[in-house]
């Protein structure tokens, strides 16, 4: 009986043993799955951040690329070759490298000493005997004008943006050209109107007018400086064909209105103006079209 007895009170043993190994172990494995859970929690965060660090950094590249392939500086009549190399080498300076010359003296080696470091641009530089065989030659979406003189208000192809201006609402998505004119005349009239907008530097009025390549890098840096501020997914800038498309629309519905033909012509001007400063989307050139054409339909109407 004893032995029974003691049998028995030794399984209880066994089993009150047991049960509570089996819960320290649960316990255990609660607080390795605890620790595990936590260690995933505060992973998480680091991770969203890496990723989001990734997408800024692969969105700054891309943007960098574009603004490297995208913009074409384009020198007017050149005097000197020597001016060439230095436009060359301010362009390096800010990563551009499409150089385009308008009717250029010929190429000596001064042009390719000024270049110092930019000596493949000048290498690398396109050769066009006038703008318009440029034009036809390379698609180009949006077309700035620099000048050093510029107009009021009455004088509708001059009304100029600052460089710090530009560089915060353009967006290089688009194929542009940065016009540059000849050393002691600069760009005519008939180049500046047939551009987008046109640009210039405030300076002092007794002496206005400045060096090509010192002019080149106040508007390549504030270009360059401006590149990361905006995301090019989504905001893609209107093209030219976009834009051709509004004017022809606007030029139509001006047509229609009772007013002298010199006013038809601002107006179409002014408006021309207004879009490219703003430096719609696609979007929003899209939204406008459609809307221009409700009211060719409403003034059809009539």
């Known amino acids: 009986m004893i032995k029974i007895g003691d049998a028995a009170v030794s ?49 700054e590249e891309k943007e960098l690329s574009l603004f490297k392939e995208n913009i074409y500086i384009v020198f007017v009549e050149c005097e000197t070759p020597g001016n060439v190399g230095f436009l060359a080498r301010t362009m390096a300076n800010f990563g551009l490298k499409n150089l385009v010359l308008i009717n250029p003296p010929t190429l000596t080696n001064e042009a390719y000493y000024q270049a110092t470091h930019g000596k493949y641009i000048v290498d690398n530089a396109k050769i066009y005997p006038t703008l318009d065989d440029f034009y036809q030659s390379q698609r180009i979406d949006f077309k700035v004008a620099t000048t050093g003189m510029a107009g ?55 002496y206005p007018i400045m060096n090509i390549s010192h002019a080149a890098a106040i508007i390549f840096y504030e270009l360059f400086k401006n590149k990361h501020e905006f995301s090019v997914e989504g905001l893609n800038e209107s093209g030219e064909l976009e834009k051709e498309y509004l004017l022809s629309d606007m030029k139509e519905i001006i047509g229609h209105l009772d007013i002298p033909e010199h006013k038809k012509k601002n107006g179409l001007k002014t408006f021309n103006n207004i879009i490219s400063r703003a430096f719609i989307t696609s979007r929003e050139a899209h939204t406008f079209k459609g809307i221009l054409r409700r009211v060719k339909n409403k003034l059809g109407e009539q």
Request: aromatic fraction near 2%; glycine fraction near 6%.
């Open 11 to 59: 399984e209880e043993k066994v089993v009150e043993t047991t049960t509570m190994a089996s819960s320290e172990n649960k316990e255990e494995s609660k607080t390795e799955k605890e620790s595990t859970s936590t260690k995933k929690a505060k992973s998480k965060p680091q991770s969203r951040g890496t990723a989001r660090a990734k997408l800024i950094r692969e969105k």
């Open 152 to 206: 009021g208000s009455y004088n509708l192809s001059r009304i100029p943006l600052k460089p710090e201006e530009l560089g915060k609402s353009m967006n290089v998505s688009n194929k542009i050209a940065i016009l540059f004119g000849r050393e002691g005349d600069g760009l005519s009239n008939d180049e500046i109107g047939d551009c987008d907008i046109c640009v210039s530097i405030p300076t002092d009025p007794t």
